[in-house]
């Protein structure tokens, strides 16, 4: 059961309190069974990052070099890293990640392999995630979609 604070004081005293200047703030509500691999919420100060979805390609080449799952979620992942990087972001700096994916079975026998490959990837930071099963990608070829928003942390001065 959630209880809403009842005056906006009570709402800035609760977002003061989970903020951390250092970088983006896992929020697990009270009571809530501790997620796997995803964090509920995430609170974050600083400038936004949105990348675009990116798909197991080469970015370079537009040409996909694995029709694997894995070697696909790879590829995205690696390219949603590059993008962050090129925005000065880094994958710590993650507060949003939306997966499209295009077989529930796929994804479900791969979980595992999929974890590592993430660990591997992006570390063990867990943002706010998403998973959604669609019917198909605009890329015929991909099996993946990942979007990004990460929030480049404000420092004090």
């Not at 990348?51 to 197991?56: M, P």
């Not at 537009?62 to 979620?73: K, M, T």
Request: negative net charge; proline residues 5%; aromatic residues 6%.
């Amino acid at each position: 059961m959630s209880i809403a604070p009842r005056d906006e004081s009570d709402v800035t005293e609760m977002i003061e309190s989970q903020i951390s200047h250092e970088g983006p703030t896992i929020v697990q509500p009270e009571g809530w069974a501790d997620p796997e691999g995803y964090s509920n919420g995430v609170i974050a100060t600083g400038r936004i990052v949105t990348i675009a979805g990116q798909v197991g390609w080469n970015p370079a080449t537009c040409v996909f070099e694995s029709a694997d799952f894995i070697g696909q979620i790879r590829q995205a992942l690696h390219n949603v890293v590059d993008a962050l990087l090129a925005a000065g972001a880094r994958p710590s700096d993650l507060v949003r990640l939306t997966w499209y994916i295009v077989e529930r079975g796929e994804y479900i026998a791969a979980k595992k392999h999929i974890g590592a490959a993430y660990r591997e990837i992006i570390g063990n930071h867990y943002p706010a995630m998403s998973l959604v099963i669609v019917s198909g990608l605009l890329e015929l070829q991909a099996r993946v979609e990942i979007e990004a928003t990460a929030v480049i942390p404000e420092h004090a001065s």
